[in-house]
């Protein structure tokens, strides 16, 4: 009996590694031209493209003996000189039409009405394009091959889902080194970085490498369908402190509501003028106090933001503010353009409170005197 027990156990262990090696076999035997992510970039990637930008820059030299001129003989020892100079730019694009119409980043063709535009596809060849339209604030742009063949394109009524922790793959032409691939996952939504003076707000973030000359290329799921646009990768904290793993990404909806507004343009309908922030929040219309209006104001040039109009009815009426008053800060900055203060604004939404330093010249019995105080608006 014992004997018999012992026969049939190492029976059952003899067979138990069996379905293990098959499924290890078959693995090892996949073909991997059937990988999602491998199929993803042969969908997308012949819609990718390569866009090599080149301007002429204008700037002032002066000799630099001018400093020593001017301080013992009243002026320059000739007049400053104007060279020209040669600015090459390098960044990604995809198009997103069978016509020619490629999607990319502003700061890729950012001076486009002085420059010449080439696109080069995955298979070598190289086109001429023409800027359509583009949008600094929200870092698209949209240019155009005019060509009689018919192009790949990655569509945009067809976008991804976007859900955190799913693969995404990073197309383009990074460092110059054309049809790359990176990949990694959705990290995060809605993020909002500031590079220099602008702030992008709404983006998603992915741990995919993104390099010089991904700018403007797609960011795909193993679907191929459109998750945003390469646009900003961060190397460094605010603090200084160095960074691996975070890139930004222009969300696909973003794209396809802006490339609407970019083919109304195309097609010459004229756009509705956007109302500035202040306008749209608060009811108030503001300028700059240069040098003509601080001699007809009374306050100091660059002193603050001068109120010119307010809207009836507008949070800024219901607030007491009137025209002719000076905004000095919102909250605890100080606002001494409009340009600082729409800068500000970009934080506020609907219900969001906000406090004004306000000025005005105040009539009294001794005369005018100059007062301040803060009042709170609600955005609307």
Sequence with gaps: MKKTLACIFTAVLALLPAPTLRAEIEKNDADPAQEASVMAVAKAMPAVVNINTESIVKRTVRDPMDAFYNDFFGGSMRPPRTIKQKVQSLGSGFFIDDKGTIITNAHVVERASEMKISVTTPSGKTYSARYIAGDPERDLAMIKVDAPEKFPFIPLNDLSKSLLGQTCLVLGNPLGYGSSVARGILSAKGRSVTVGDVEYQN???????INPGNSGGPMVDIAGKLVGISSVKMSFTPQGVPTQGIGFAIPGSVVRDKVEEFRKIERGEKMPEKPS???RFFG????DVDEKLAASSGFRESSGVLITDVEAKSPAAAAGL???????????FETNSVKAIEKLLKQVDTGSRADFGLAWFQKTAQGTRLVSDTFQLIAR
């Design 203 to 209: 983006l998603v973030q992915t741990d995919a490498a």
């Design 322 to 332: 009137q025209p002719g008053m000076l905004v000095v800060a919102v909250g605890r």
């Design 284 to 287: 108030i219309a503001v300028q």
């Design 277 to 279: 922030l202040m306008r």
